[in-house]
């Protein structure tokens, strides 16, 4: 499975898009705000991940500095 996300000034040229998709049998999703929020949070989580632990406490001093 394979996906693309447009993002357009021009809600023409996205409809006229989407109609071209649903035309060769591609399967087409308007994604609400909070989806865009959600997907740009997973991605930062995803990217930031370095499955290093921390020292809890000396983090905590850190904070508290």
């Known amino acids: 499975m394979e996906t693309a996300i447009f993002k357009s000034n021009s809600k023409n040229d996205l409809f006229l898009l989407i109609e071209l998709a649903k035309k060769l049998g591609i399967k087409t999703k308007i994604l ?21 632990f921390i020292d809890v406490d000396s983090y905590l001093k850190d904070l508290r500095k």
Not at 38 to 51: E, F, W
């Open 32 to 52: 609400t705000e909070k989806e865009i929020e959600d997907a740009g949070l997973a991605n930062a989580i995803h990217k930031g991940r370095t499955n290093e």
